[in-house]
């Protein structure tokens, strides 16, 4: 890791900024040395260079596969110990503006009016239930989110679950042309702010109090996810090899397939294991980053992580990750948000190991064709809360479904199918146009629906489309 020293100019920059943060009254002691720290290594260039000669394939013993981690005991009191050291933390940060809605993204209903949330807490539920034990949920909000998520959790306060949440930090966002915290410049709303990405997941655990309270209570790790991924349920084989071997950091891998070429990917590098994203890529090299011969593995961003390390490390502030520039426009001003992700922390850790892991594992939605795809028969909903993929599907692929921007909006998606096709024999579905689904529609192979400009095509209930192109009526 090089780390240049700041030139003149970047050093002014830096005085005005210290000065500036020093009088947001908005924000913590913390979050103001944790921001400038962060710009700090921005501005002195620090990077992180890969020299593509010292890239290795990572060996099995880096990047387990799934079939080789430890064994389990089938005792339920063995079962109960392992899970009476686990904490489970979703990363909440995230609103449903993409998919038009407003506040967060895990609230959206997936499947038999259940949320997100709804699922996570009902699979922790089932597994306290079972065993006897206590995995706490905790929730890492954002200023954007945290409001709206306290008032959802009260609806929780009487299951058998102990949920927390906690907020990530809140850091100003720059305006690029003076590199002045935007919120010094009358823009004193939300927009002057963003949360810096899940990477700071590690400081706001410890500065929210919840890390030393969760090691009081004999807590050891924490299984951390993106809210929005149904396949991230707690998977005990994976917990029980990481306190076997005693690996302080686990990140799940899955194999790519081209839908996920720009997914960052696990090497090993001098020695350790660490994640290559695609930013860090050297352009002559992004061709061979995407394919899926050489790098045939992709971060899930299901991470496994020891609660002790992660004090350790962020007492030394020790975890230094590669930071993510955002560049945005607010009100016509262009600027600057600086972000790092937590799967980047994986260097720091001691016997830090990918678990490769089956594709099940990793099930996000991120739009409403993955809504339609979860909603549908090729998946159907435990009462315990887990989303199983239909056997009857042959092909161990999904099938691949693009919705045109008339379904983006969840509730114009919902508006537009009566009830959601059977798709258990589809290969790929394109939809253009002002179209609607009947009840009852199965679709086969490859399908194309597109309505002509200006007309609305109507697929009638109970149709049967088998690889066809529908263009109108006639074509059905």
């Not at 990530?168 to 939300?190: H, M, T, W």
Request: contains cysteine; neutral net charge.
């Amino acid at each position: 890791m090089a780390t240049a020293t700041l030139s003149p100019a970047n050093s002014e920059k830096l005085t005005n900024l210290k000065s500036a943060v020093a009088s947001l009254n908005q924000i913590s002691d913390n979050e103001k040395s944790g921001f400038l720290n962060l710009v700090t290594r921005y501005l002195s260039g620090e990077a992180q260079h890969v020299e593509w000669s010292k890239i290795q394939t990572p060996t099995d013993e880096v990047v387990v596969p799934y079939d080789k981690l430890a064994p389990l005991s089938e005792d339920p009191a063995e079962t109960k110990k392992l899970l009476d050291k686990l904490v489970v933390l979703k990363l909440n940060g995230g609103l449903g503006t993409t998919m038009g809605c407003t506040g967060p993204k895990s609230v959206i209903e997936v499947r038999n009016g259940l949320t997100f949330l709804d699922l996570i807490v009902k699979q922790i539920e089932a597994l306290n239930t079972k065993y006897g034990c206590t995995v706490p949920l905790l929730l890492m909000n954002s200023f954007n989110t945290h409001d709206d998520t306290s008032k959802i959790v009260e609806k929780y306060a009487n299951s058998n679950i102990e949920s927390h949440t906690f907020n990530q930090s809140q850091y100003p966002r720059l305006v690029i042309e003076d590199f002045a915290p935007l919120p010094c410049k009358g823009n004193a709303g939300k927009d002057g702010w963003n949360p810096p990405g899940h990477g700071d997941v590690f400081p706001s655990l410890m500065n929210s109090g919840k890390l030393d309270a969760l090691l009081s209570k004999g807590k050891e790790y924490v299984f951390v996810a993106n809210s929005d991924n149904l396949g991230a349920v707690v998977d005990l084989k994976i917990l029980n090899h990481l306190i076997q071997n005693k690996n302080e950091y686990c990140m799940e891998v899955t194999p790519k397939t081209l839908a996920d070429v720009k997914g960052g990917t696990l090497i090993s590098y001098d020695g350790k294991v660490q994640l290559l994203e695609i930013a860090q890529v050297p352009d002559q090299h992004v061709n061979e980053f995407k394919s899926i011969e050489k790098f045939k593995i992709f971060n899930t961003n299901n991470l496994w992580i020891d609660l002790k390390a992660i004090k350790r490390l962020v007492e030394a502030d020790a975890l230094k990750m590669e930071i993510i520039p955002n560049s945005k426009e607010v009100d016509g001003i262009k600027v600057l948000q600086l972000e790092t992700a937590a799967g980047a922390a994986i260097r720091f850790f001691d016997r830090a190991i990918g678990a490769n892991v089956p594709r099940s594992r990793f099930l996000p939605v991120k739009a409403t064709s993955d809504l339609l795809l979860v909603q549908s028969d090729l998946y159907t909903l435990t009462d315990d809360g887990y989303v199983i993929r239909n056997p009857a599907r042959a092909n161990p692929s999904n099938p691949s479904i693009e919705l045109g921007p008339e379904f983006k909006k969840v509730a114009n998606f919902l508006s537009r199918f009566k009830s959601i096709p059977s798709i258990i024999e589809l290969d790929s579905l394109k939809v253009t146009g002002d179209v609607y689904f009947g009840a009852g529609i199965t679709l086969k192979g490859k399908v194309y629906v597109n309505a002509k400009s200006g007309v609305k095509l109507e697929i009638p209930d109970g149709a049967v489309i088998a690889n066809k192109d529908v263009n109108g009526p006639e074509d059905i």
